[in-house]
């Protein structure tokens, strides 16, 4: 029976790999059959994912999307088995809660490097037929992109602005036979948000009790967030492209 959820036979490159919504989805993939091109900057980390994985055959590439790196090596790497890709998701990203005076430059950039510029260049080489035979791309946005809270100026704009350039990229790349949409999470329990709001979950942090007013469903778990990924992956959503995908947990409703 035909099932639009098995990943059996692609090859599906993740970004973010060694934690959060990176780390569950790679797993989540290899359970589904698929095999996983993953990137992350940690390599004991990036080790700890692949040791809960299923499968063989997954790669893993150590390298630091902040440095808004041409990636053509790693893409050689990921195919030179013969096997191209069939999916990309953009999980790398960098949150941080900061006001206007302490921002610069080099803080600027160093978020726009990693949640937006790697984007564009993973885009831009998963589009090459040396890579791709089409497939789908998946951007993790947040819903900071159309509702930003307090101090979110940086991030809040490098979510907006890939949000933006897939209404942009999907008539481009359609041709191509390939699919690009983002996912917009609320607040999601992942050791990124745990930092940036020095968040400890015991019920007395106000951006907690904030979120479990204004987020319907409370906070999402990776799990959650990776479900949807491997929907937007997958060739249930073949009609799907150009869309940002709330998965936010009704955040903004209540």
Request: aromatic letters at 6%; a neutral charge.
């Amino acid at each position: 029976m035909y099932n639009p959820f098995d990943f059996t036979e692609k090859k599906i490159l993740v970004t973010g790999a060694s934690s959060g919504i990176g780390q569950t989805l790679s797993i989540a993939l290899s359970k589904q059959g698929a095999t996983v091109a993953m990137i992350a900057r940690n390599e004991d980390k990036i080790n700890d994912t692949l040791s809960q994985m299923q499968g063989n055959n997954h790669i893993k590439i150590c390298v630091d999307l902040s440095q808004n790196k041409d990636l053509t090596e790693e893409f050689k790497t990921i195919v030179s088995d013969g096997k191209k890709l069939d999916g990309l998701v953009h999980c790398a990203g960098i949150s941080s809660v900061e006001s206007i005076q302490m921002l610069s430059s080099k803080r600027i950039d160093a978020q726009m490097h990693v949640n937006y510029y790697a984007f564009l260049e993973l885009v831009r080489l998963f589009s090459k037929k040396k890579y791709s035979n089409g497939g789908s791309i998946v951007g993790i946005s947040s819903i900071a992109a159309v509702s930003p809270g307090k101090c979110q100026t940086i991030y809040s704009a490098t979510k907006a602005a890939m949000n933006a350039s897939i209404e942009s990229l999907a008539p481009e790349l359609a041709p191509k036979n390939i699919r690009i949409n983002t996912i917009m999470p609320g607040f999601v329990k992942t050791p990124m948000f745990d930092s940036a709001f020095n968040i400890d979950y015991t019920g007395s942090n106000d951006i907690v009790n904030e979120t479990l007013e204004h987020q319907l469903l409370g906070a999402s778990s990776p799990y959650e967030i990776a479900n949807a990924c491997m929907f937007l992956l997958s060739d249930a959503s073949s009609c799907i492209t150009g869309r940002a995908l709330h998965a936010d947990g009704g955040s903004g409703l209540g």
